[in-house]
Nanobody, 120 residues
Framework: QVQLVESGGGFVQPGGSLRLSCAAS???????????MGWYRQAPGKQRESVAG???????NYADSVKGRFTISRDNAKNTVYLQMNSLKPEDTAVYYC???????????WGQGTQVIVSS
């Protein structure tokens, strides 16, 4: 089917930047039919929340809390979605998860998550 693998998390000081990547792999038809990819995050003791999403055609959406600081992009040829995170704040600390929806399998797929810690 489809597997999503995130990378790029880590530790950064407030005001710093990180870039997350999420690569999709698996069946050619399943991966090629991923119509939407996005990022969620879950901080300790909080519910998982949507951060940003992007369609195969490039339409994007962002949570209000990250607008102007985070940028989502997608390389359809590489089946990869990126999240450029600038001006990071301590409240951005969370496990970040990649999510994709395949129009072929008609279901969501999740990555395993990557930890982002913003602290001085």
């Amino acid at each position: 089917q489809v597997q999503l693998v995130e990378s790029g998390g880590g530790f950064v000081q407030p005001g710093g930047s990180l870039r997350l990547s999420c690569a999709a792999s698996g069946s050619t038809v399943g991966v090629g039919a991923i119509s939407w990819m996005g990022w969620y995050r879950q901080a300790p003791g909080k519910q998982r929340e949507s951060v940003a999403g992007i369609t195969q055609g490039g339409a994007m959406n962002y949570a209000d809390s990250v607008k102007g600081r985070f940028t989502i992009s997608r390389d359809n040829a590489k089946n990869t979605v990126y999240l450029q995170m600038n001006s990071l704040k301590p409240e951005d600390t969370a496990v970040y998860y990649c999510k994709g929806y395949s129009n072929y399998y008609l279901q969501d797929y999740w990555g395993q998550g990557t930890q982002v810690i913003v602290s001085s």
